[in-house]
């Protein structure tokens, strides 16, 4: 397995371009589903977790291309037509390996009229249940059955509009709702749902494909269903979740880092903390730019929880931050129940966090020490190479996968601004 070898201490100089969303193009690639025209999404990234999705579309019949002779991540264009299918069961295996598989349930559903999904994997942060996934299709009309660790759904005459409330704003429900709702008979008006703007990005792409949605980006959406969508091109949007990660790696190596291509507005909750401790944060012509010089950055408290606010998918870069800052940071986290399996990673590099309950309390160290670590979930495996970059000596970042399904070349682009890192082969 290839692990990551990091010799901390360099300052970070010159700019980072900022790939394609990955959590916006896996939902988009499941949009293909909704019709029989070919959907062509340019800006995909190269991710193990974008190759998954391939794979289980592929499962069902799609014929998923990539324009000859290009690659993705470098302005190639992948096609995706699911003209004929020739299965709606998304297996155990391919589900899984990644949780954003269950986002197929809605369009095979709203399309097909069935589909049998296995009860998704993906990272190990907690429970992460799909019941309101489940009661929301159930609103719509479905009829669902769980057996052998597979949901069952099925509406032979087609999703029917309806009111349906979350009891919390789930990306991946509000997504697979929306995304079943446009096909449905009549108006489905879906309550407390996701911000998010990944979620914008893909109500966006359905209503190029003809889709009716209005609301994205407010807390309520109104869908009224179309009998048929058509093919379109369509432009994955930014990775915030990438921008701001190497936002943090800038603020905790230092120096001054220009994210090309990076939206602002999408990591207002991030900017507004890092020029909080210290950071200068301006805006480019082609996205902005990280600055911090000399000083040590000084701790403030974070509270995770769904769009806009602070985004759980980067506490734990953030919380690398926190170590080596001025004082203490309480760091609380309200969307997922077990995501500080990198607290104890993080303390073999000589970082002072304790947990209670859903709080990691951070004392800032001046220093941290490299060490040999173990790459838990997604995004800790990126706040271990961040803790990497500001360690005396060398860390080795082991179980490299994690950071292959979520984060495009990373070793690349750090080392292009002068951090010392590189992959080692297994
Ligand atoms: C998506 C993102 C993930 C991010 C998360 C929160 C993708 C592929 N993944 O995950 O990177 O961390 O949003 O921003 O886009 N819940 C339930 N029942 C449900 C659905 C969710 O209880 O039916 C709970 C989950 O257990 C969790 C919380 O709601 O505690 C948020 O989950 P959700 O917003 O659905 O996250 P995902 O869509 O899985």
């Keep these: 397995m290839d692990r990551i070898r990091i010799r901390g201490g360099a300052r970070l ?15 988009l690639m499941a949009a293909s589903l909704l019709t029989d025209e070919p959907l062509t999404l340019t800006n995909v990234p190269a991710l193990v977790d974008v190759a998954f999705m391939a794979e289980l579309l592929r499962s069902f019949g799609v014929a998923v291309e990539l324009e000859p002779g290009t690659r993705l991540g470098e302005g190639g264009r992948l096609s995706l037509c699911a003209a004929r299918l020739t299965s709606t069961t998304a297996e155990y295996d391919i589900v899984r390996k990644m949780r954003a598989s269950f986002q197929v349930l809605g369009p095979l559903l709203a399309r097909h009229g069935e589909a049998k999904v296995s009860l998704p994997g993906g990272c190990a942060i907690g429970a992460r249940p799909v019941d309101f996934h489940i009661k929301g299709f159930e609103a719509l009309g479905a009829r669902i059955d769980l057996a052998d660790g597979y949901v069952l759904a099925r509406a032979p005459e087609g999703l029917t509009g309806a009111t349906y409330e979350m009891p919390f704003a789930s990306v991946g429900a509000t997504e697979n709702l929306m995304t079943g709702a446009a096909l449905a008979r009549g108006r489905t008006v879906l309550k407390n749902v996701a911000r998010e703007p990944e979620t914008q990005d893909l109500g966006h ?15 309520e959406i109104v869908i009224d269903g179309v009998e048929r969508l058509n093919g379109i091109e369509y432009k994955v949007m930014p990775d915030r979740i990438e921008t701001g990660t190497y936002a943090i790696a800038t603020a905790i190596a230092g120096g001054e880092v220009e994210l090309v291509g990076a939206r602002a507005e999408n990591v207002g909750a991030l900017i507004g903390l890092l020029e909080k401790i210290g950071t200068e944060v301006a805006a480019t012509k082609r996205g902005f730019a990280v600055h911090r010089n000399g000083f040590r950055p ?11 606010a602070f985004p759980t998918d980067l506490q734990a870069q953030f919380m690398t931050l926190m170590a080596i800052a001025e004082g203490t940071s309480h760091i609380r986290e309200t969307v997922f129940e077990n995501r500080f399996m990198h607290v104890p990673e993080l303390a073999r590099m000589g970082a002072d966090i304790h947990v209670e309950g859903d709080t990691a309390i951070v004392r800032g ?12 979930d997604l995004r ?6 961040l803790a990497g970059l500001a360690a005396e000596g060398e860390t ?3 179980r490299v996968y994690h950071l292959d399904r ?21």
């Design 365 to 376: 160290v001046p220093g941290l020490k490299g060490a040999p670590v173990m790459a838990t």
């Design 396 to 398: 080795i970042v082991n």
């Design 380 to 385: 800790a495996s990126s706040s271990l190479v």
């Design 406 to 426: 979520g984060f495009e070349r990373l070793e690349e682009k750090l080392s292009a601004v002068g951090a010392e890192i590189e992959r080692l082969k297994a």
């Design 298 to 308: 000084i701790s403030v408290d974070v509270v995770t929880d769904v769009y806009p």
């Design 205 to 219: 792409c359905l209503i190029a494909m003809g889709a009716r949605i209005s609301g994205l980006g407010t807390s």
């Design 13 to 27: 100089r010159g700019e980072i371009p900022i790939s394609g969303a990955k959590n916006a193009a896996l939902k």
